[in-house]
């Protein structure tokens, strides 16, 4: 399964409470998310995704058209490996046993 949420909707599910971090950091461990630059970002501006990436998103879209600070920081994480395109993660990330298993249709 994969949710897209929108930057204000991951805002408002982490600032309720306490457990909603923790659920939602649960539920990443399983569910692909990605997160979005809100529709209200009229000048194609965008979010920091440290945040995004800290709670578990594993697709953080940004606006490519926008040339900042937070692009840089984008780059600068996908060229840890190469700029291939994704960041391996550690296994200390996922307590547990992790199996995943791709079907080609």
């Not at 930057?7 to 569910?31: A, M, P």
């Not at 209200?40 to 926008?66: A, I």
């Not at 780059?75 to 190469?82: L, M």
């Not at 960041?87 to 080609?104: A, D, E, H, R, T």
């Amino acid at each position: 399964d994969m949710v897209s949420v929108s930057e204000s909707k991951f805002l408002r599910i982490l600032n309720q409470n306490e457990q909603n971090v923790t659920l939602w950091k649960s539920y990443n461990r399983q569910h692909m998310t990605r997160t979005y630059p809100s529709g209200t970002r009229l000048d194609s501006s965008n979010f920091n995704p440290v945040l995004h990436w800290s709670e578990g998103c594993q697709m953080v879209s940004l606006n490519y058209q926008t040339d900042d600070s937070e692009m840089a920081i984008n780059d600068g994480r996908f060229r840890e490996n190469g700029g291939c395109g994704y960041v391996k993660q550690s296994l200390n990330n996922y307590p547990g046993i992790m199996n995943l298993k791709i079907k080609v249709l």
